[in-house]
């Protein structure tokens, strides 16, 4: 596929989508901006809330390729009603609307960001899953990931419009939210913690190799109307990344051997049970599939992408920090 004269970026705002229209900017896409709300004076299109019912005409005009990074994202205490209808409304039928409205405004391609979640939550055996593995989605979020995607191929059949599924492990990089930046954070407390005896191995992604990834999904024509794992290409434990952070925080860090079992126990007890497996269970992710399909392969390494990401916290948060320190010293 030949570079598209416009690509349009849904959820243009949010940690991905906007670290996806300046990397795309840069390599010299013309990018449209789409998100929920615009702020005065942006380029940006604003199309509100993302649903069954979004109008997305305006936005999509003379659009040749979408990257629909918007969506409903999980959250371990959701307040909703009903939290997986919500999550439907969004990822699945505000997804398919958008679909049906890219064919309808003659939109060769989208590339959907799913989640590697559709295939299931981590594992306390060593099952490494592929592009062959049927999917199990256990949470909401996932469940409704995993039905928009069969929406598209659907869709793509009837429509002639062409779908790309990605399905992205844990992604970290600058201005990474939720629980990367919560390990960060409690790394750099410097308290011993009770992971040493973890010996996991979990894929991820560095947010510069998946927007690496998505620019080839735009561009490559093998890669229409097929589904792809992608992740740094090297698996580490839970310690192991810990440590990565801490070398790069320049700090010390004692990781006390606790058995997971115990560890487990007492996960259920306080109702962190998600936090204790998603730190000890595995979630190993086969990207043969891809490399072989589209001969892509990660620009940065995994030590790289977290060295980057924690220089990215020091010289926000610890910079922030010293700086509220010295106005209290006033």
């Known amino acids: 596929m030949s ?9 243009a705002s ?24 615009a702020e005065p004076g942006s380029q940006a299109i604003a199309v509100g809330d993302v649903g069954p019912n979004t109008d997305w005409s305006v936005a999509l005009d003379g659009v040749e390729c979408v990257v629909h990074c918007a969506g409903r994202a999980h959250v371990l205490k959701d307040s909703s009603e009903n939290p997986l209808q919500e999550f439907r409304r969004v990822n699945r039928d505000g997804t398919l609307q958008l679909a049906r409205s890219a064919a309808k405004a003659g939109v060769k391609r989208l590339v959907f960001l799913s989640s590697v979640g ?19 989605p256990e949470w909401d979020y996932a469940v409704s990931k995993w039905e928009a995607e069969q929406a598209l191929n659907s869709l793509a ?10 399905r992205p492990p844990m992604v970290y990089g600058p201005d990474v939210p939720a629980n990367f930046l919560r390990l960060i954070k409690i790394v750099d ?13 979990r894929s991820m992604i560095a947010l510069a190799n998946l927007l690496s990834f998505i620019e080839e999904c735009i561009l490559n024509e093998k890669a229409a109307n097929k589904t792809f794992f992608v992740s740094d290409g090297k698996d580490l434990s839970t310690p192991e990344i810990i440590r990565l952070i801490a070398k790069t925080l320049g700090k010390r860090t004692l990781l006390i051997p606790i ?24 979630l190993q992710i086969d990207t043969s599939h891809t490399r072989s399909t589209l001969g892509w392969t990660p620009p940065v390494s995994v030590e790289h992408g977290i060295s980057e990401t924690v220089k990215w916290y020091k010289a926000c948060f610890r910079t922030s920090a010293n700086n509220h320190q010295s106005k209290m010293a006033e």
């Open 189 to 201: 407390l410097g308290l011993p913690l009770p992971l040493g005896a973890i010996n996991n191995r």
């Open 3 to 11: 570079k598209p004269k416009v690509v349009a970026v849904t959820g």
């Open 14 to 37: 949010g940690f991905i989508g906007s670290a996806l229209c300046q990397y795309l900017s840069d390599r010299g896409f013309n990018v449209r901006t789409i998100v929920r709300h």
């Open 259 to 282: 058995p997971v079992f115990f560890l487990r126990f007492i996960g259920k007890l306080v109702g962190r049970s998600e936090d204790v497996d998603r730190l000890s269970g595995n």
């Open 118 to 136: 559709v295939i299931g939550a981590a594992q306390n055996n060593a099952e490494v899953f592929d592009i062959d593995t049927v999917p199990r």
């Open 157 to 166: 059949q009837k429509a002639g419009l062409e779908v790309v599924n990605v």
